[in-house]
């Protein structure tokens, strides 16, 4: 089976036409298609069902294609960490952020990375750190920012703390419920779960780690823009990290709620596959997410009238 055939197969897969795998690939129409049926015919099986709309994988096909796709991945991670280890700096580095390392982190650090390393060209993703961790394993990112969750598999991934927030409890402005000072007064209010069902969420975490049933669903969202909207416009209440919640975009719109209770804790960290460790692009851009932790922390904890704009 030679490399070439399934470059031409995950080409036609992603893109639905043999036109443009052929395009992508730098070949004629005609010479995508015959190795395409070359390699069906070594398989003895139908890889791509045609019409007049494009192709798309048989049963067959989508196999072969899941498979292709991950070792193509695989071939075009190993030629870039070769590269970087004799020296040249190269290659493309994808970079899946919750919504606080994405506001906080990678601004600063893409900053400094990309100053350092302008040939690696860097693609971020916003994404809840479940769905972070789905991409970390398909390969289709290689570092993952966000909180770590209990019980990660260390034989799978590796994790580099880079700093400590907690998650704070937030209502739009003017809500009854801003005058709360417990988490009891607010166990029948709405509140807003992040994540991928109402089994779980920080809403959940917080009340049970001080004891306290879960409040009730209100909500269920993926995503920091539509916890944004809800907390922000309606009667809902939601939890955010702290550094979040009192940056000045979301200040316009939303207020903590100052509860006797201790915020959740939560630690931000840099997650990697085990065998991303040894890539060079990934070790300095780690390096450059410590930077930008240490230039957030420190500006935290300065006192207001010290710090610069």
């Known amino acids: 089976m030679k490399l070439i055939a399934l470059q031409a197969l995950t080409a036609a897969v992603e893109t639905g036409s043999l036109r443009s795998a052929a395009r992508q690939l730098g070949l004629s129409q005609p010479a995508v298609t015959k190795i395409v049926q070359e390699l069906e015919v070594e398989l003895g099986a139908s890889l791509l069902m045609r019409s007049t709309r494009g192709v798309m994988p048989t049963t067959q096909g989508r196999v072969l294609f899941e498979q292709a796709r991950k070792s193509l991945q695989e071939l075009d991670a190993a030629v870039m960490q070769v590269q970087q280890l004799g020296g040249q700096m190269v290659g493309q580095l994808s970079v899946g952020a919750v919504p606080l390392a994405v506001m906080l982190l990678i601004p600063e650090t893409l900053r400094t990375f990309g100053a350092a390393f302008p040939d690696i060209r860097l693609r971020v993703s916003e994404e809840l750190y479940i769905a972070q961790l789905q991409r970390l394993r398909q390969g289709e990112v290689d570092v993952a920012v966000g909180g770590i969750p209990e019980g990660l598999a260390s034989g799978e991934f590796a994790v580099e703390p880079l700093m400590e927030t907690r998650m704070v409890v937030v209502v739009r402005h003017g809500s009854p419920r801003a005058k709360a000072r417990s988490l009891k007064e607010l166990t029948d209010a709405k509140w807003v779960y992040t994540g991928a069902s109402s089994d779980e969420g920080y809403a959940k975490l917080l009340y049970e780690s001080h004891g306290l049933p879960a409040p009730a669903v209100g909500a269920v969202v993926n995503s920091t823009l539509a916890l944004l909207s809800l907390v922000g416009s309606g009667d809902f209440v939601g939890l955010m990290p702290a550094q979040i919640a009192r940056h000045?975009?979301?200040?316009?719109?939303?207020?903590?709620?100052?509860?006797?209770?201790q915020g959740l804790p939560l630690k931000v960290g840099a997650i990697v596959r085990r065998d991303s460790v040894a890539s060079p692009a990934v070790r300095h851009f780690i390096t450059h997410l410590h930077r930008a932790a240490h230039h957030v922390t420190h500006a935290h904890?300065?006192?207001?009238?010290?710090?610069?704009l």
């Open 248 to 261: 000045p975009v979301c200040t316009q719109y939303l207020q903590v709620v100052p509860v006797r209770e």
């Open 301 to 308: 904890h300065q006192p207001p009238n010290s710090r610069t």
